[in-house]
């Protein structure tokens, strides 16, 4: 009776942190006294960020940055902000990619498949995460379609949280590829790696025959050729509109994916690149961004056995545009932080690991302009936390989004909330 | 003549003696020791000598002999323990089929195997095995797995040995029981959970007939190795470790001992939490999840502050990596204590958790868990506080030998 009455106490307080109208804020909104992490600029001790409209208007010292007239001010003394992070490789929601029926499947939309009231994304927004990339998975050569979102408060829909503007006709993800031993499997899928990539020359090579087409009919003055899905996705990656976000392990998966990229010239980014310390002059030179998912130890299959911890500290000696990613749930997005603390530990610099968490995740996801750092102009997103970003005992306080914020403390003590998440969803 | 061979003996014993500096001895000092034996101590010194600690105090109280080795860091602390892993037998490829097959934690040929020792499958050269030591855990308590109402039995280790002989502190220690559905996901029966529990308490019953018959030397009957195994059980010889999540399950576990009085340990628990009263109150040890175990099925409603709320209802817990499916092929046991010290339990109660109380719950507190005289020289050495994301451990002891003296 008691327990039953804590548990209920229990999931009464979660239900009324969730339930809470945020932390809604008049704009402007002024945050003072923090020290901040712009990432597009050195860290600023005692910093002023200025919010309005969801946007971020003014960021500097708070000697040098006044608050706008009728403007709501909160003090911020003893925290740090940093913006909000940026996951490049989620499977939150549970899209679901391709079936079985082909290896290739660039027509498949995760859009259409992603839960937004998945407790996932909670635990994203607990772990500081306001951008991610949801994928399907890489059980293929081309999953699929993959999906940017933006974690807004009080979702009803996918379309509440996109990037793009029209979800029917517009890019809204990269696309998700993959070699090495996953998609390695029965009939029709391939059952070598040479044949993995012949397989993917071969889309790429019809894709190039259906631009000629367009092009041709278009120069003839001709009705242009039938529509086609699959061609038409493969056509946005060859005339560099969609990003390809490549799972790729071991070294020479990770050279043939350099080589099919310079061969077709699309931009791929390398997502786990765990052999990638092994190439990473190569990596480097080819100007090609890695995403790391940093595990805690090696193994679970032959190809990720070259797990290296200095990964991040290579890579960024070398040169390589580094990010971080949780591929969750394979890491869990309540810690995303401790990805790149981690990679302190083992040689890399704080500012490339912060960086790895919020901006360049941004730019391998081509959202730089929008995410991943402190500038007026860009969305206002960002996180509180209550001490060092790489220190173990700093907790994040409060992640916003475009100017709302959830309290989160319940959520990241919470190990699931999916009973609450749908308690909740009942009530509404 | 008679003044020749004394001599000679008096060489020979110096030649010895100077060996023996070189073989497992060793001085270890730190700006902070956690002794785990009462009060830190600062700038203190643990001398090591064959492989057993021989003094512990005071730098300006101990004299550290000649020529004997000295390492130096920060902060030192008894070598980790593991209070349940299922490394050396679970492997680094995660192989279940074809060349490959490193996954010898789980049998799934029966549902109640405790006729299976450990010490036939230990892979003393693991891969894993260095992965975990580097990271501190010199000893650890491992074996079959979870998923089956049996899986078979545990043995306790230090993290070296060029064979499973040499590594062996105990080489039989506890039977593996699993209570709840995710046995059913590995057998055709049990294919739920009250089906599993009838399942165990039957063999249990059939344990008890045949320890009786088998008084009578008369009409004993033959040897049977399933059935011995569990009257070891019975007559507290080997401790029973159950692999209980949910509230039901755990209560399940409860029953069980009081129906057959055998020496309960609770692995995994993930809802332990909300039955401390009971836990307390029966004294059962639990062998805590991972905090970074992935919280899903079964294991929906656990929480990062699991090992706070039975720290503070009083429950004797230690933190295990236990195993995991997919990856990590191990969890670090280092990394876990990490985010349960920063989660309310702090550095000292997080360090409780993988030193003296895992030894202590496991029975070896007399020679592992704790930096004092007569204890083995089993010391880890960090750069920092522990637990700290950005510290880095840089040496690893076990009984003397120092396994890496670089900081990672």
Known sequence: MRRGLYIGCLMGALAALLWAPGLAIADPAV???????????????????????????????????????????????????????????????????????????????????????????????????????????????????????????????????????????????????????????????????????????????????????????????????????????????????????????RHNDIMTVLRIAEEFGFQPVLQHATDAWKVADEIAAAGIHASVTYIDSPGGKEEVLGLNMKIGAILETAGVDVSFNTDDNILDSRRFLRYGALNVRNGMSQAKALEALTLAGARALGLESRVGSLEPGKDADFVVLSGAPFSVYTKVKQTWVEGDASSIAAILSIGNTRSVASRFTMAM | MNTVLPKTLFSIGLFLLAADLTANDLAVRGEMIYTMAGKPIADGVVLIRHGKITRVGAAARIRIPKGVRVLEAKVVTPGLIDVHS?????????????????????????????????????????????????????TMHTGHGPGAIISGRTLIVKTRGDNAEEAVVEPDTAVAITLGNAVAQNFESPGTRAKGVAMLRTAFLEAQTYANKRKDKEKAPDRDLKKEALVRVLDGDLKAMVTA???????????????????????????????????????????????????????????????????????????????????????????????????????????????????????????????????????ALFNGDPFEYTTQICAVVIEGEVFRDTCR
Not at chain 1, 46 to 68: E, H
Not at chain 2, 118 to 125: G, K, R, S, T, W
Not at chain 2, 258 to 281: C, I, V
Request: with cysteine.
């Open chain 1, 31 to 249: 945050f003072r006294n923090a020290t901040i992490f712009p990432i597009s600029g050195p860290a600023i001790e005692n910093g002023t960020l200025v919010v309005d409209d969801g946007k971020i208007v003014a960021i500097g010292p708070t000697a040098t940055t006044s608050a706008p007239p009728g403007a709501s001010v909160t003090d911020l003394s003893g925290k740090v902000l940093t913006p909000g992070m940026v996951d490049t490789h989620s499977h939150i929601g549970g899209p679901s990619g391709g079936d079985a029926s082909a290896p290739l499947n660039p027509e498949v939309r995760s859009l259409d498949a992603i839960d937004v009231f998945s407790d996932g994304f909670w635990r994203a927004r607990a772990g500081g995460i306001t951008t991610l990339n949801v994928m399907p998975g890489s059980g293929h050569l081309m999953s699929g379609q993959t999906t940017y979102l933006k974690i807004r408060k009080d979702p009803r829909r996918i379309e509440d949280w996109l990037f793009c503007d029209d979800p029917i006709n517009g890019i809204c993800g990269s696309m998700k590829m993959a070699n090495g031993t996953n998609s390695i499997r029965q009939k029709p899928f391939p059952g070598t790696r040479a044949r993995s990539a012949a397989l993917v020359r071969d889309l790429f090579v019809k894709g190039q025959a259906y631009i000629e087409k367009q092009a041709k009919a278009a120069a003839d003055d001709k009705d242009p050729p039938d529509r086609n899905l699959r061609m038409e996705a493969v056509a946005q990656i060859l005339r560099g509109e969609r990003r390809v976000q490549f799972h790729t392990h």
């Open chain 2, 86 to 138: 299922t490394v050396g037998l679970s492997g680094i490829y995660g192989g279940r089929e074809g060349q490959v097959r490193d996954q010898d934690q789980l049998e799934t040929s029966e549902p109640l195997q405790p006729d299976l020792r450990p010490i036939e499958a230990y892979n003393v050269h693991e891969p894993l095995i260095e992965w975990v030591r580097n990271y501190g855990v010199t």
């Open chain 2, 245 to 379: 999540h949910t509230v039901t399950d755990i209560t399940a576990a409860l029953r069980l001992q009081s129906e057959f009085g055998f020496d309960l340990w609770l692995a995994g628990a993930s809802e332990a939490y909300l039955l401390t009263d009971e836990l307390r109150k029966a004294k059962v040890p639990v062998l805590l999840h991972a905090p970074m175990m992935r919280a899903a099925g079964e294991r929906k409603n656990a929480t990062i502050e699991s090992a706070n709320l039975l720290a503070e209802a009083g429950v004797r817990f230690a933190l295990q990596t236990g195993y995991e499916g997919y990856v990590p092929k191990t969890r670090v046991l280092l990394f876990e204590a990490a985010i349960a010290a920063a989660h309310g339990l702090g550095l000292e109660g997080a360090l409780r958790a993988i030193t003296v109380s895992p030894a202590e719950i496991l029975g070896i507190d007399d020679r592992v868990g704790a930096l004092k005289r007569g204890m083995d020289g089993d010391v």
